[in-house]
């Protein structure tokens, strides 16, 4: 069910409140907590992605995180050079009095990004269950305990929450509404969530679990929703998410694959299958742009 749409202003004012407000209880006193073990890590990937890219080796930029965790080490790779910049102009050197290091930096750009989730949801809710339950849902979200502390740590789990959930929220909006921009939407940052932890593989089973039961619950005479199990925009949703997760994870690239050797495969399919991947990897952003570009195309003759 959709709601009135309310002045563009008190929308952005809400949203605008709730990001300050997660933002301050993730924000606040990030440095003060232990380090974790975990945390060594990705400060370090984070800091090698940087020598990379200064290096202009940006075929091996991801290459190194296994999750493969690949937007988590960005956003502390970047909050590792703003730092390192504000450090520079205000002439402060490890163990100064306000020198900003690693750690801290890591956990503020991850925080800072953490909190665009209560936001994000409301912005995403609103014209589905209107504004006041919306910024509900949004400040439960800002104040969530398990996604603050999260959030404070240079880890990647409070990140994969944020695109996690403006992907089911988005492919939520999407069956609703028979909108083909907002399955794609769900699908890139389906793939921003997988590029950060595989794990989120099962939203796909979870989809089309919702995809049933709505189908058995649902009157279809009054259904203005999807009624395909499995239709077109769901397909390409995966795709423009694989497409992300390529794109952004750089081992994909140009890794060696073993599988041949490990699986004994002895084809002509295989191989040709094989080298085509090794053809792929030679002209990934080429291939992804390419591939996106039609993705849009089909979008728009599907809306059409």
């Known amino acids: 069910m959709s709601h009135p749409r309310p002045h563009i202003a008190v929308v952005l004012a809400i949203a605008c409140a709730l990001f300050v407000m997660s933002a301050g209880v993730r924000l606040y006193r990030v440095s003060a907590g232990a380090i974790q073990v975990d945390e060594i890590h990705w400060k370090d990937r984070a800091h090698r992605i940087i020598g990379k890219i200064r290096e202009g080796n940006w075929t091996q930029a991801t290459h190194e995180p296994g999750h493969p965790g690949v937007p988590p080490a960005l956003l502390m790779a970047a909050g590792q050079v703003i730092a390192q910049g504000v450090d520079e102009r205000r002439g402060r050197s490890y163990g100064d009095p306000g020198y900003i290091d690693m750690y801290t930096s890591s956990r503020a750009a991850t ?41 404070r740590l240079a880890h990647l789990d409070a990140v994969m929450t944020v695109f996690t959930v403006l992907s089911t929220i988005l492919f939520y909006r999407a069956v609703e509404e028979r909108r083909v921009g907002l399955k794609i939407l769900s699908g890139i940052c389906w793939g921003l969530a997988l590029a950060t932890k595989p794990t989120v593989l099962c939203l796909i089973p979870a989809f089309i679990s919702y995809k049933v039961v709505r189908i058995l619950t ?53 191989d040709g299958l094989y080298d085509f991947g090794m053809m792929l990897q030679a002209h990934p952003l080429l291939w992804g742009l390419a591939t996106l570009l039609i993705i849009v195309l089909v979008a728009q003759t599907l809306v059409r």
Do not use: C, K, Q
Not at 113 to 136: D, E, H, N, Y
């Open 111 to 151: 925080a800072a990004f953490a909190s665009l989730l209560a936001p994000a949801t409301f912005l995403a809710l609103a014209s589905v269950f209107g504004v006041t339950l919306a910024a509900i849902i949004g400040a439960l979200l800002a104040f969530d305990p398990g996604h603050v502390g999260y959030s």
């Open 218 to 270: 649902v009157d279809a005479a009054h259904d203005r929703g999807e009624r395909r199990l499995v239709s077109i925009s769901d397909i390409w949703a995966v795709i423009a998410g694989h497409i992300v997760l390529v794109v952004l994870y750089t081992r994909m690239w140009s890794h060696n694959s073993p599988y041949r050797t490990r699986l004994r495969v002895r084809s002509s399919l295989a």
